[in-house]
Antibody
Framework: EVQLVQSGAEVKKPGESLKISCKGS????????IGWVRQMPGKGLEWMGI????????RYSPSFQGQVTISADKSISTAYLQWSSLKASDTAMYYC??????????WGQGTLVTVSS | EIVMTQSPATLSVSPGERATLSCRAS??????LAWYQQKPGQAPRLLIYGASTRATGIPARFSGSGSGTEFTLTISSLQSEDFAVYYC??????????FGGGTKVEIK
């Protein structure tokens, strides 16, 4: 069974750093792109970027380029999303999702990030 | 950036009725269009990809059509579990994926 399991909820202060994770299982982790999606409270879905764990080829949506870093460790089948300096506006639910044949076919359960002083 | 516009923002439908949701792209995305369903507190679920192909396990009452810039998701006979928010997504270029703003399907 394909699963993407994300790390737990985080509460951080503005200016702090953070790295959240997404662990894949039940499939060849290095053969599928993994994307990250932001959903701000009460709002829609925003695509942040995507990584191919096989060679760490990474593409960022223009809106998120320079704002976050996407990485992966194929040895432990895990993708990451990180911030070097959080802002209150980073408060959101973050999902990882596997790019399938077309579309994102499997999703993680989401990681809620709250940034508040 | 390709802008995806969904209409209506909210659709009020009675159980058993048909629901028709629209999605328009600001430029052609060919058939690189997916639909997702999201229920409160849950991650999105892939319904349709390639504009018209149902994902694994998706009931036949869900159908997608269109190509280029105009797309439609039809739910032929709404069931109670179908009341949710639906998003379209273009993936013409996976570096610049964009979602529509969503359509909330609510009980009339």
């Amino acid at each position: 069974e394909v699963q993407l399991v994300q790390s737990g909820a985080e509460v951080k202060k503005p200016g702090e750093s953070l790295k959240i994770s997404c662990k894949g299982s039940g499939y060849s982790f290095t053969s599928y792109w993994i994307g990250w999606v932001r959903q701000m409270p009460g709002k829609g879905l925003e695509w942040m970027g995507i990584i191919y764990p096989g060679d760490s080829d990474t593409r960022y949506s223009p809106s998120f380029q320079g704002q976050v870093t996407i990485s992966a460790d194929k040895s432990i089948s895990t993708a990451y999303l990180q911030w070097s300096s959080l802002k209150a506006s980073d408060t959101a639910m973050y999902y990882c999702a596997r790019r399938g044949i077309a579309g994102a076919d499997y999703w993680g359960q989401g990681t809620l990030v709250t940034v508040s002083s | 950036e390709i802008v995806m516009t969904q209409s209506p923002a909210t659709l009020s439908v009675s159980p058993g009725e048909r629901a028709t949701l629209s999605c328009r792209a600001s430029q052609s995305v060919s058939s690189n269009l997916a639909w997702y369903q999201q229920k409160p507190g849950q991650a999105p679920r892939l319904l349709i990809y390639g504009a018209s192909t149902r994902a694994t396990g998706i009931p036949a009452r869900f159908s997608g059509s269109g190509s280029g810039t105009e797309f439609t998701l039809t739910i032929s006979s709404l069931q109670s579990e179908d009341f949710a928010v639906y998003y379209c997504q273009q993936y013409n270029n996976w570096s610049e994926v964009t979602f529509g703003g969503g359509t909330k399907v609510e009980i009339k």
